[in-house]
């Protein structure tokens, strides 16, 4: 604790205790699977922009979506929004780590986290980086993700609330594990507590924990079809259905089952899209969406201003390099491929 009140980092949702649950809930959404470096500016313009649990619910998803731009993993946000609608709805805030666990996007981290650090709840939250010093301080050979280290790092957790009872003690567990205990390379000689770690006695602390079981990878081919205007804005249809992608704006997208020609499913893109000139292939575009492999082979017309109507929802003409609506890293990628305009690069992977 003295190590943590004099060095931690100055976060702009560490506020003091108790903490609006609102502005915990956002910013330990952005911070799943997202380095804090880039959740701090995103944080304080979503802030900006939503205000309120109230003012996110009253958002459309599309405008939640788009403020995720660039953090990727777009299914957060979707989650984050319903979350907001369903506690407006509800009329306040449930204060419970279990009542919370019942709303959408809301898994034992977050619930724990929200009550812990805004309602005086006694649950330790245990993410990654508690897992990791418990297992490290213990010398617990348990896999990352596992049940039982989930289990541990509650248990000592707790004991340490025991001692002090407040949430800044698990705060500053995570800011022991984010900052000094790293995954792989943690820096011993800076630890507050290196005399009381059984991984640093035994002489290798990065053997602990055992690495998280890998999930086998999925091999997909797509089709996309891209239709660049006289002005240099492309053709972009919403996602509307799938596994994958929902609610973004892309270039029209197929699945293709084995033994599909790409250029028959093109063609079939193309008549969804109204265009009948010549396609013609580019390179094969490869994207990763989580545990997803993907080979995207776009096909490339270019149409006159007026050739093809903008008809109905769901379509629209943008800007690749300056889309005004939610989209995903795979627009840039294609724009490179195609030989568009350069659309802005992000760096998450699974959108
Ligand atoms: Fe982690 Fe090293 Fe500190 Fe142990 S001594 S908790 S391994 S940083």
């Known amino acids: 604790m003295r190590w943590f009140r004099t060095g931690r980092r100055d976060l702009p949702w560490r506020t003091p205790f108790p903490r609006d649950p609102y502005a915990v809930l956002v910013s330990e959404v952005m911070l799943q699977q997202t380095q804090v470096d880039r959740v701090i500016e995103a944080y304080l313009s979503f802030m900006e922009r939503f205000p309120s649990l109230e003012a996110l619910a009253a958002a459309s998803v599309e405008d939640v979506l788009h403020a995720f731009s660039g953090l990727g993993y777009y299914r957060r946000a979707r989650l984050l929004h319903e979350s907001a609608r369903a506690i407006v709805a509800l009329g306040s805030w449930p204060k419970d780590a279990g009542e919370l666990a019942r709303l959408p996007g809301f898994g034992p981290y977050t619930s724990a986290a929200v009550a812990a650090f805004s309602f005086g709840g006694s649950d330790p939250p245990v993410d990654g980086n508690v897992a990791r010093v418990t297992a490290r301080l213990r010398a617990l050979p348990l896999p990352m993700g596992s049940v039982a280290l989930l289990r541990a790092g509650r248990e000592f957790a707790a004991s340490l609330y025991a001692e002090s009872p407040t949430p800044e003690v698990w705060e500053a567990l995570m800011e022991l594990g984010a900052t000094v205990c790293a995954p792989a390379s943690p820096r011993c000689r800076a630890c507050p507590v290196r005399a009381s770690c059984a991984a640093f006695a035994a002489g290798d602390p990065a053997a602990f924990p055992l690495p998280r ?31 994958l992608l929902v609610g973004l704006w892309l270039p029209p997208l197929a699945a293709l ?10 063609e079939i893109l193309a008549r969804e899209a109204g265009v009948d000139v010549p396609l013609s292939a580019t390179d094969v575009v490869r994207h990763s969406i989580t545990h997803r492999d993907i080979r995207v082979v776009p096909f490339a017309a270019t149409v006159g201003a007026n050739r093809v109507a903008e008809a109905q929802p769901g379509w629209s003409w943008q800007d690749p390099g300056a889309p005004t609506l939610p989209t995903s ?5 294609l724009a490179r491929a195609c030989g568009g305009r350069q659309a802005q690069p992000t760096k998450n992977r699974e959108a």
């Open 213 to 243: 079981p890998q999930r086998s990878r999925e091999a997909h081919r797509w089709v996309a079809l891209w239709v660049e205007r006289d002005d240099g804005r492309v053709l972009l249809r919403r996602v509307d259905d799938g596994p």
């Open 329 to 333: 890293s795979l627009l840039a990628k």
């Open 257 to 266: 089952s084995d033994g599909i020609d790409p250029s028959v499913a093109a």
